[in-house]
């Protein structure tokens, strides 16, 4: 089993990634856990930096935020093995040391 980590996942105009440019900065502030963004980059404003991306083609006939949508419910597909994951949205940030805490508290399958 791989190290857990965090993911996020956006897609869209320039308002959308600079809400995760927001989030990544605190999250890599505070984590030293792996934050990996699922991403379809032919969407993006603009290339994300700071992170592992995933780039995944979402469906041509979706608009942006819908295609967001899509990544987010399909993370257990696009992004499969057994480590813990923890999703967060572009408006969750971590303001603390204690953001990795909360793979401590994983109970396999699925803990919410």
Do not use: Q
């Amino acid at each position: 089993m791989s190290a857990p980590g965090f993911v996020l996942a956006v897609c869209g105009g320039d308002e959308h990634l600079r809400r995760l440019d927001e989030a990544l900065s605190f999250l890599l502030t505070f984590s030293r856990r792996e934050v990996t963004v699922v991403t379809d980059p032919r969407r993006n404003a603009r290339p994300i930096a700071g992170a592992r991306v995933v780039d995944v083609a979402t469906p041509a006939e979706l608009d942006d935020r819908a295609a967001a949508i899509w990544l987010k419910v399909s993370l257990p597909e696009l992004l499969p093995g057994a480590s813990p994951r923890c999703y967060l949205d572009t408006d969750v940030l971590a303001l603390s040391t204690g953001v990795d805490e909360v793979f401590d508290a994983f109970v396999p399958p699925a803990t919410f």
